[in-house]
């Protein structure tokens, strides 16, 4: 009985190393697979609030003169449920000829999307799908739920609509650049350079998916976290919780990109709650990078990708895949 015991748990142990090893071959054959061909045929698509149809035309005709061909979903256009919504996205990842998935804007609601969206037919189609505040809800769902990398980047409607920078650096990345570089200066709580796998969005919509079958395990990531519009107080119960995740010691390192339109005080106020809750972390935390709400160039960051980050050079790295932490 021992012996059949013994046996049962050293095969769960292999059965459990082959299940690790093959997630990240297939999160390393994903990165590979989007960025084998370039960048053509983009799909726009409104998961979350209706757009503006002015921005949304002016965003369009900035893809436009990028040379890429523009489709233009009909949430873009008018409005849909949920389930429409979501049918809409499935099948701009079943469509071959579409090579990448951009939103117009963010707002509120994507995360009801997300249980009508079809995960095999994404698994077997994947390719790129940017946007970022709101759309995290399925930046971080998508990614958890299948391994396929997703984007944090700007969006048709807010930056778009007059920011070709924004776009140029985009299309760099997913057109198979592996170095991102800014010139922003980010302000060490704890200092260091940081290697693991980049999970990065809105701070209350990470906080919305925890604990859901959307949401997955945290270890070895690399946390960087915005959001726009909260009050002091909000800010200090959701960094509360960051700072007492349960794979809080597992983590690489965090990175608060930055809070905009505080409620009722300043980034300096912020910056002490920071200080205070992290000035002890096991690993490096910084403040301040250019993925948040604001009117300035941002960059866009591959959510479950591996990467060197180092924020006092002014770089990230984008690697084969996992590193063994230094």
Request: hydrophobic share 40%; charged share 25%; aromatic share 10%.
């Amino acid at each position: 009985m021992k012996r059949i015991l013994l046996l049962l748990l050293i095969f769960s142990i292999i059965l459990s190393f082959m299940q690790l090893s093959a997630n990240v071959s297939k999160r390393i054959s994903v990165w590979n697979f989007i960025h084998k061909n370039k960048v053509n045929t983009v799909f726009v698509t409104s998961p979350a609030r209706f757009p503006d149809q002015t921005l949304l035309d002016a965003g369009i005709r900035t893809l436009q003169s990028a040379g890429l061909t523009v489709i233009v979903g009909d949430s873009c256009r008018r409005y849909l449920s949920d389930e429409e919504k979501a049918r809409e996205i499935n099948e701009a990842f079943a469509d071959p000829n579409i090579d990448m998935i951009i939103t117009s804007r963010g707002g509120h609601g994507s995360f009801r999307v997300l249980d009508y969206l079809d995960w095999k037919t994404i698994s077997k189609n994947p390719k790129p799908i940017v946007g970022y505040s709101d759309i995290t809800a399925l930046l971080l769902g998508i990614y958890f739920k299948t391994g396929i990398i997703t984007y944090h980047g700007p969006m048709v409607t807010v930056e778009l609509d007059n920011d070709g920078e924004s776009l140029e650096k985009m299309l760099k990345l997913l057109n198979g650049d592996k170095l991102i570089t800014f010139d922003y200066n980010s302000k060490p709580i704890v200092p260091g350079k940081m290697v693991g796998r980049l999970i990065v969005g809105n701070l209350s919509l990470f906080k919305t998916l925890q604990g859901t079958k959307y949401f997955g395990s945290l270890k070895d990531s690399i946390l960087v976290l915005e959001d726009v519009g909260e009050s002091r107080e909000s800010i200090e119960r959701m960094v509360w919780n960051i700072a007492h995740l349960k794979d809080y010691q597992t983590l690489r390192g965090i990175v608060f990109a930055g809070f905009t339109q505080i409620n009722n005080d300043d980034f300096d106020g912020v910056f002490k709650i920071l200080e205070r809750f992290f000035e002890d972390a096991p690993f490096p935390v910084w403040v301040g990078l250019p993925v948040f709400h604001g009117n300035f160039t941002k960059l866009t960051l591959p959510v479950g990708a591996w990467v060197e980050m180092d924020l006092e050079n002014h770089y990230i790295k984008i690697l084969n895949g996992p590193e063994p932490e230094r």
